[in-house]
């Protein structure tokens, strides 16, 4: 019985030091990412590179981006990448009624939980007006895709439930996933666009993905 005790008690022991060191290394991963944002956020500050309302990248940056990831891919066409544009349905309307300053508050909180939904390694722009641009560096199934699309579309209108207008608030977004880097950046911006366009066809809310392009 001793014997059994004591292999409990070194068991136990063993067991919650796995727990332990598996707690460690995910918040490490999580320092990691969280470090890698801020570092990011810090460059596009620094550089003037920013959004003045937002604090998020500005379009010019985002060009810069893109064409990096556009010559990677030239380089290693084996990982595709994704060129998203999103837009706040029927902006104009909510600044008419609701305000200048309400609908400053909606595009500082949707450039937020746009930046939540991403990964730390991904890069979220405003573009111009209501108008969002995201470079989802490393795709590794179109799946991926689809579900954080329709996070990002169904966290909106929930998160922006009391944003102080009438209207629930809502995103189109269109994406576009690239295989290589043959096209120039303001081209895939503007298949990204054209699918957005799509996507709006459909009512607010709603998302479209591109065939992957070669």
């Not at 490490?28 to 309302?53: C, F, G, K, N, P």
């Not at 066409?77 to 544009?85: G, K, L, N, R």
Request: glycine share 8%; net charge negative; with cysteine.
């Amino acid at each position: 019985m001793i014997g059994i005790a004591v292999g409990a008690g070194v068991f136990a022991v063993i067991n919650t030091a796995i727990v332990t060191v598996a707690i460690l290394w995910c918040a490490l991963l999580l320092h990691r990412e969280q470090l890698r944002r801020s570092v990011m956020q810090e460059h596009i500050q620094h550089h003037s590179l920013a959004d003045s309302l937002t604090g998020l990248a500005n379009r010019g940056f985002f060009l810069e981006q893109l064409a990096r990831r556009a010559a990677l891919a030239d380089r290693r066409t084996s990982v595709p990448f994704a060129v998203c544009c999103l837009e706040i349905d029927g902006f104009d309307r909510i600044n008419e009624v609701s305000g200048e300053e309400v609908g400053n508050q909606i595009l500082v909180k949707v450039g937020d939980i746009v930046r939540d939904c991403v990964r730390a390694s991904d890069l979220v722009a405003r573009l111009d007006g209501a108008k969002f641009g995201i470079l989802l560096e490393e795709i590794a199934d179109a799946k991926d895709i689809q579900i954080l699309a329709q996070r990002i579309v169904s966290t909106v209108p929930h998160t922006l439930a009391d944003s102080g207008t009438d209207t629930p608030v809502n995103v189109s977004i269109g994406i576009v996933v690239q295989s290589s880097g043959q096209e120039l950046p303001s081209d895939m911006i503007r298949e990204a666009d054209a699918a957005l366009l799509q996507a709006k066809r459909g009512g607010p809310g709603r998302f479209e993905l591109t065939a992957f392009a070669v």
